[in-house]
């Protein structure tokens, strides 16, 4: 971001200081909620116990990193927003993390800003020095308010960051060779939604895709057990197989604690299947990935692959 | 082969003199390895290259705390075995820099990469490359330096190991490892090996201050492995026993045998005795005088002694007779002589001398003879080491370890003294003396008195290079011997070490790791400071090629002080063969044993053509003893066969 930070300076913006980055800002969160999902094992929702012991299945991990800050502002309140985005797949070699292949790793550094805002002139400037990505829509008009130019600059790189997931996810699912393991959901990931490779593992839970009458079945899952499969289906995303599966025993925490809902191509969802990548899971419990905030529903393969990505963009 | 990369952060920077890297688990580094890194060229295109020497290593994983280990393993350690991904783990490694190239500008150590040292880059780490030239090569083996399945020979500079740019050798390490005693005798070997023609002749002295530790040099080794060979061959050094050594000891307090543990027969051809006379011991009285016994008063009567008395025909009018002092025996008829004509006169001084001074003096030197008995004797004889014949690559062992401790300082310091002299004079035979003294604390110890032997050590420590003297000292704890004895040692071998003497003052200079390597060494195992190293550098050697001293007792074992008879028969023999038991019974036969043993001494100190005479020789003046003729069985009865008629 250095090089970016001079490219500022040389067009004129006023370069702010070292400030945090916007994902650590408060953000107002659209509310929790309930969704009804179509159950494909059965009528209903129900749990049951993984059947079998945890194995190990996971051939390599997926995940991606986002990081952005608002390096400088153009006169009129325009944020200038430095975004870094990095994902990768890190493949399992006995019982250590590598890298895969140089392409499964992708990496941008760009400047996030309204073009319309700035003007032509000033945006040629930008772009001769780095790269540059516009986050306004080309018929809206200004003002603009600058928090929400600030929102959308990291929207875009939210997005940027989903598609070099993506990417990453297309290619293992192409290329690869046995289970992936997706921070996050597979729904958006292109044609990885629809790859027996893929196996989405969603952390957060601001939609818990249950009725009423499942819901407390859902959350009373003790560590080991699993609800019956049901279809996650979205307008603007492929459909998959999902369940939830409670990885630890949430005792003193919370009832979502411990809890991921996993993700797999409709294709193949059979109960059994859904078992034994519930196994896998299952199987990734240790090591704790602690000191992550995170630990009681995140692999520590998952940790390791960001802490890859964190050291490829520091 | 690449093993690692240089790191360095705010918190732990990399400087000229130090920096880090970090390895692979499975990289063959640990403490004592010799690395290379090579950094981007400078300015000018030049190749920059770093060696240092790990001194320190570091582990850790990205785990916070144990306890979320614990955590992630629900208490059972068997469960954290199973898990399927291990944790990230960095090997962190702290190196010292040994040598820049270029040396200047003198930069921190850039971010490189490491490599692991192959046996040039070790020559020039260790600026070794300077002596091991072809046509200037001054280079003693030491050990050999290893990293993973590399072996690289190290060498010492004979320019700095046996002067005269620096010289002498410290060894410290815990008793009972074999480390010391056996490195000097390995390096020795080596010495002898290796030490260039150009430079001149070498010999050894070796004091064996205690057990049978140095009384098989000559002997073969009885367990030297296969490894061991491979390292003789590898640093050329021939596997093999002294072929030059010789042995001297005092008599025991008996006088019958020698007082050290060589004492079977099997190996009696090179032992020879140390016995000194009056003449050789007058000179170093002070040694065993102390400053109590040795006022000015007296100081000036023994010099008077040494002076006008020993070895000159002396008179004066109150004595009875001349005197011609050359023993303690004379020496005390001579005090005897003085003090009765000093009584009989009344007299309470004698040519400025007080009565009570000479009774001191007399009492103080008359008595050396007595404290070391077997060493010192009454009669004058003496058999001293070759002093003017040393032979090049001979070693000769002086085995003390049975001798009282004044007997000891006394041997010490006259030896010592009398190589000084003539390494001085160019007359002692070689042009460097290796001297090896075990339990240097004892001798040259960091408090408590200043002892005649302390100050030899120390003029051997400071000026001895020039002379060719060489001191090569060993002692468990180094903090415990003076500091300008260690301090002018130019080359330093550790052996394991005591984690307690470790902790004391002198050892602060090294990592804490390399301290705690020096407590676990194993056998064979050294570091060694040496001069041209910036850093100490860990070497194995081999086993000396020479029979232990434990293996030797077995083989050899001590004999029992033989009778009279037997002792003389078995000095003389090594003076010539035919002499047998029977003929030394007949010899001695009715003669006092102080007679039998000053014969004895004698002839042994003139080492005579026909050893026979000369021993017989020492009891003319006394009737000789005959055998019994065989008389005849009967006398003629008288009378009987003649005529005669008066006759019986």
């Excluded at chain 1, 996810?169 to 939604?193: Q, R, T, Y």
């Excluded at chain 2, 020559?123 to 330096?145: E, F």
């Excluded at chain 2, 160019?426 to 110890?445: I, Q, S």
Aim: aromatic share 8%; with cysteine.
């Amino acid at each position: 971001m250095r090089s970016v930070r001079r490219v500022l300076r040389t067009a004129g913006a006023a370069v702010a200081p070292s400030a945090p980055a916007l994902e650590t800002r408060p953000v107002v969160a659209e509310p929790p909620r309930l969704q009804r999902a179509e159950p494909l094992e059965g009528g209903e929702v129900r749990v049951r116990r993984v059947d079998g012991d945890p194995v190990v299945g996971v051939a390599a991990f997926l995940d991606g990193i986002q990081e952005s800050r608002v390096l400088a502002h153009w006169p009129g309140g325009i944020p200038l927003v430095g975004g870094t985005v990095a994902a990768t797949v890190r493949r399992r070699v006995g019982r250590t993390l590598v890298a895969w292949r140089p392409d499964a790793t992708r990496v941008e550094h760009a400047l996030f800003a309204p073009r319309a805002a700035l003007g032509d002139a000033v945006w040629r400037a930008l772009a001769d020095g780095c790269d540059v990505r516009d986050t306004g829509d080309p018929d809206e008009q200004g003002p603009w308010h600058p928090l929400e130019l600030t929102a959308r600059a990291l929207s875009a790189v939210q997005r940027r960051r989903e598609a070099a997931e993506t990417a990453c996810a297309e290619l293992w699912c192409a290329e690869g060779d046995g289970p992936l393991f997706v921070d996050g959901g597979i729904a958006s990931a292109g044609s990885a939604a629809h790859s027996p490779l893929a196996i989405g593992v969603v952390k957060s839970h601001r939609t818990l895709y249950v009725d009423g009458d499942a819901l407390p079945r859902v959350l009373g899952l003790a560590a080991g057990e699993r609800t019956t499969a049901f279809t996650v289906a979205s307008p603007r995303r492929a459909s998959v197989a999902s369940w939830y599966l409670r990885l630890r025993d949430p005792a003193a925490h919370d009832a979502l604690w411990g809890l991921v809902r996993v993700e797999v191509a409709l294709l193949g969802a059979t109960p059994d299947h859904c078992d034994l990548v519930s196994r896998w899971l299952l199987a990734e419990r240790q090591p704790v990935s602690l000191p992550d905030p995170r630990w009681g529903a995140m692999a520590y393969g998952i940790r390791l692959t960001e802490e890859y990505l964190r050291a490829l963009t520091r | 082969m690449s093993i690692g990369r240089v790191v360095a952060t705010e918190r732990r920077p990399n400087t000229p003199h130090e920096f880090h890297f970090w390895t692979a688990l499975g990289a063959p580094v640990g403490i004592g390895t010799i690395v290379r890194v090579e950094g981007p060229p400078t300015g000018d295109g030049q190749l920059v290259s770093i060696y240092g020497v790990v001194v320190e290593g570091f582990s850790y994983t990205d785990l916070q705390t144990p306890l979320h280990d614990v955590l992630g393993a629900d208490g059972d350690p068997a469960s954290a075995v199973r898990a399927p991904t291990d944790r990230t783990e960095i090997r962190l490694y702290t190196a010292h820099s040994l040598r820049h190239i270029p040396d200047e500008p003198r930069q921190p150590v850039p971010m490189g990469v490491v490599h692991l040292a192959t046996d040039a880059d070790v020559a020039i780490a260790l600026r070794m490359d300077g002596y091991l030239k072809d046509g200037q090569r001054t280079a003693i083996p030491v050990g050999i330096y290893r990293s993973g399945a590399m072996q690289s020979p190290v060498y010492l500079d004979a320019d700095f190991l046996l002067g005269p740019e620096a010289a002498h050798l410290n060894i410290s390490g815990v008793s009972g490892l074999a480390t010391k005693t056996s490195a000097v005798e390995w390096l020795l070997s080596s010495i002898f090996a290796h030490f260039p023609a150009q430079k001149g002749s070498v010999a050894a002295v070796c004091f064996n201050v205690k057990g049978p530790d140095l009384c098989f040099l000559d002997q073969p080794a009885s367990k030297l492995d296969e490894a061991d060979r491979a390292l003789y061959d590898a640093l050329g050094v021939p596997a093999a026993p002294f072929p030059d050594v010789e042995y001297f000891a005092p008599y025991t307090a008996r006088g019958y045998s020698l007082a050290t543990l060589r004492s079977n027969e099997a190996l009696s051809h090179n032992v020879r005795p140390l016995s000194w006379g009056l003449n050789e011991v007058l000179q170093y009285a002070e040694v065993l005088l102390n400053k109590d016994d040795v006022d000015a008063k007296a100081d000036a009567l023994i010099d008077f002694i040494r002076e006008r008395v020993v070895n000159n025909e002396f008179t004066d009018s109150i004595l009875e007779r001349a005197h011609t002092v050359r023993s303690f025996t004379d020496l005390e008829q001579w005090f005897r002589d003085v003090l009765r004509a000093m009584e009989g006169r009344n007299l309470e001084s004698w040519r400025t001398h007080h009565v009570a001074t000479i009774r001191k003096v007399r009492n103080r030197l008359t008595n050396i003879s007595t404290r070391c008995r077997g060493l010192v004797t009454d009669d004058g004889t003496a058999n001293d080491l070759p002093f003017g014949a040393f032979r090049d690559r001979a070693v000769y062992v002086i085995d003390v370890a049975s001798s009282e401790e004044d007997a000891q300082d006394l041997i010490f310091a006259r030896v010592v003294s009398q190589l000084r002299e003539q390494l001085e004079r160019r007359t002692l035979g070689v042009d460097h003396v290796v001297v090896f003294v075990d339990e240097l604390n004892k001798y040259a110890p960091s408090d408590g008195p200043d002892t005649y032997v302390r100050k030899m050590l120390l003029d051997i420590a400071e000026r001895g290079r020039y002379l060719g003297l060489v001191l090569f000292a060993a002692q468990q704890f180094r903090s415990q011997v003076h500091r300008r004895v260690v301090g002018n040692c130019g080359t330093a071998l550790f052996g394991r070490m005591d984690m307690d003497e470790l902790a004391t003052p002198g050892y602060a200079t090294l990592a804490p790791a390399t301290r705690i390597k020096l407590s676990t060494l194993d056998k064979g195992q050294l570091m060694v400071r040496h001069p041209h190293f910036a850093q100490p550098v860990f070497v194995r050697f081999p086993r000396p090629a020479v029979l232990g001293g434990r293996e030797g007792m077995e083989k050899f074992p001590a004999e029992p002080e033989p009778s009279l008879e037997v002792a003389v028969t078995r000095a003389l023999r090594t003076l010539d063969p035919s002499v047998t038991l029977e003929w030394v019974k007949q010899a001695i036969v009715a003669a006092p044993e102080d007679e039998v043993l000053r014969a004895r001494n004698r002839t042994l100190q003139a080492r005579p053509e026909d050893v026979k005479a000369c021993f017989r020789a020492q009891f003319r003046g006394r009737a000789k003893a005959e055998p019994v003729r065989d008389r005849p069985a009967s006398f003629p009865l008288a009378g009987s066969g003649n005529d005669d008629p008066y006759s019986f």
